[in-house]
């Protein structure tokens, strides 16, 4: 089965549009969000390990 390259070229349009209407205003926040999460769960690794053998 192959996809109509018209409707993938306005599905990709439409995604684009919404990310930037969704996701890139927000972006700095969740990435920053996103760092201290990561941080967090490595804080939790080196004190706890990484649980029961």
Do not use: T
């Not at 926040?29 to 941080?39: C, W």
Request: contains cysteine; proline residues 6%; aromatic residues 4%.
């Amino acid at each position: 089965m192959h996809a109509d390259p018209r409707a993938v070229r306005r599905l990709a349009a439409a995604l684009q549009d919404c990310h930037c209407v969704a996701v890139a205003p927000y972006w700095g926040r969740i990435h920053q969000h996103l760092d201290g999460e990561v941080a967090r769960r490595g804080r939790l690794m080196v004190e706890g390990g990484a649980g029961p053998c």
